[in-house]
């Protein structure tokens, strides 16, 4: 469980930017994207980034391309010399190239693999064969649990997900988790909305299930006949699984078991064979974290004819490959739905972006290591850890001033503050990839051994003592986390750089843009949702009923603030799913201003003296702009809007500043300027 500071799309889904032949020089506060014909208080966002749109127009393999994508493409650049080095095999080395450790040539081999296309266009659908062969074998339900064992250890995604998580009630016990999926749609309500355009992408996304069969060789009216089944099929499973809404409260997954009960629930499907098939534990305790959905699943199994199961399956498994490891059609062809019209792409991702994608994705760690021995410097871990260590005071000072708070509940609050763990850059271990074998030629193989890999590692986990130093993020990251059930933030060294923080600028800027995001992943830990853990990571409310009470009436103030913004034609943002986010930004924000506002007094600083033309409060606050200057699709904004626990970044801007009477005054704004909410909201 992780909640992380902003969305990036899933691979293969929707594209990365442009490759930039020369970098350009990225800044912290740059004074040359400000569009001084904007007035500030009318919209900060606008003032704040209109220089930077005009340079950078939406490349057309993007669906959304921002800072945080420009920052991607540049270390995107930096993976891509690394495997391309690391590829250069053996016999092709020549003097001045040292030979390759064993994490090159798996990281290399793999990048040439996926890079092969004519090899993968030359193997087609053999490498697949084996695995249709299985799901046409399959005759009745009883073959059914090790089929698909066999199934999720290669990373398809049918029916339901399976694998380790820590107890909800005891954060240092690693158990089993059975969840809820086999969905090809984004989540639930993409089969359950009825306005005219959720009709047409299921319209859509059958005719995409369709053209894969007919890809893999399927008959005409066979594969229409199947992709029908298929939509019908998950709609059944989207309607008994809970909304992405109701899945943001720990306690509406938190279902403890044992494996031996949940197996006597599930009277069509052998637990017993799936386990042995997956090599998951056949006893002990787990977690059940939708029941209602493991009820529906039972059912189905009983009651679907076995053409409709091996049809979902084998729609499934080419879903799974789709992406780099079957021919350009099948590739084109999972691009047109997933990034063109789910999320408005018009041109395909190249080749190599998406390899390097794949590989940080796969082994993320040996790649990472290589990058952060050559890109990231140890300084900026150091200066990343004062910044963190400097807004967790902030808080500890601003916990002190709550008027809302009782002074019990306060203790709490700052026990779990103090116990929050740093990780910054990259893992102190790194994980061993010795277990996978990467074959050069096969792509396909190779992205079924590295599933299988990771199915196993994290079952391992299972019945260990939970290891805090393991990271759910690859070191080139651009992002950070911060994890509630080991209370600990996590900042990927990928992040730590322009255009978010620099050791060239100064504080204001920092403190603006990265202080705000450490403070952000900080104040995660006190959302709606992170708040009901304890300082151990434990779901245990440590919470009076009054604080708690006043809590929720303060949220709910900008619960109905993020319901009321229309971010594209009839779609309003959902207050309740962003929630935690809009906590973490507002919070996150004041933090970073009263521990920069510390450290400006401090070092004496003349707050009237200008640079660039602003003084050094405004720099903070376009600092804090800045970074979510953002060029979006209609169509990825809606997605966005319908199922991203973030808000678009235009509100992650104008709608946090407005709650802040303290930027209003760094702007003079009027009281009834746009950019000042009358009413403010405010928790942290
Ligand atoms: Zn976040």
Known sequence: MAFVLASVPAPG??????ATSSPVQLRVFDASLVDKTVDPCDNFYRFSCNGWFKRNPLPADQARYGRFTELSELNRLHMRQILEAAAVPASARNANQPPRSANEQKIGDEYASCMDTSAVNRLALTPLKPELERIAALQSPAGLPALLAHLHAMGVKAFFGMGSSEDFADASAVISFYNAGGLGLPERDYYTRTDAKSEELRRQYVAHVRNLFTLAGEPEPQAA?????????????????????????PQNLNHPTDVASFSKTLTHFSLADYAAAAHAPAAGKMNDSEPKFFAEFNALVADTPMDAIRAYLRWHLLHAFAGTSLPESFDRENWNFYAHILNGAQKEQERWKRCTSRVDMEMGEALGQVYV????????????????????????????????????TKVKAKEKLHGVMNKIGYPDKWRDYTNIEIVRGDALGNQMRAHQFEFARDLAKIGKPVDKGEWEMTPPTVNAYYDPQMNNVNFPAGYLQPPFFSGLEDDAANYGDMGSTIGHELTHGFDDEGRQFDKQGNLKNWWTAEDEKKFNERAECMVKQYDAIEAVPGVHLNGKLTLGENLADLGGLWLAWLSWLDKAD?????????????????????????QWCTQTRPEQLRSQALGDEHAPDEYRTNTVLQDLPEFAKSFSCKKTAPMVNPKPCRVW
């Open 13 to 18: 889904q929707t594209a990365a930017p442009a």
């Open 225 to 249: 006949h199947d992709a029908e089944t298929v939509l019908a099929l998950e709609t059944r499973l989207a309607k008994a699984s809970l909304t992405i809404t109701e899945q943001r409260d």
């Open 373 to 408: 021995a050559k890109y990231f410097p140890p300084a900026e871990k150091q200066r990343t850890l004062e910044m963190t260590l400097a807004i967790e005071q902030a808080m500890d000072k601003d916990i002190d001033a709550l008027d809302w708070m009782s002074a019990a």
């Open 602 to 626: 401090a070092a004496h600083q003349d707050m009237t003296a200008t640079m660039d033309g602003y003084t050094p409060d405004q720099r903070f606050w376009i600092a804090y702009a800045q």
